[in-house]
């Protein structure tokens, strides 16, 4: 899946976005691109379960 986060503006942001989609899904692949503020994203887990943890930690995200 790939997500729009519009507040994903650095490094930590990255680390923090890898960081609530793993909780999610231990084994989720994920590539952050910072400059567009988009994560891609293999996982098993629903869109919801994922953007839902993305919006608890913060991050205004949307599937694309």
Do not use: F
């Amino acid at each position: 899946m790939q997500i729009q986060i519009a507040n994903m503006t650095c490094g930590s942001c990255a680390k923090h976005v890898t960081q609530a989609i793993k909780a999610v899904d231990a084994d989720a692949k994920v590539l952050i691109d910072v400059p567009s503020r988009r994560a891609t994203v293999e996982t098993t887990a629903t869109e919801q379960a994922v953007t839902g943890a993305l919006a608890a930690d913060g991050y205004d995200a949307r599937i694309i």
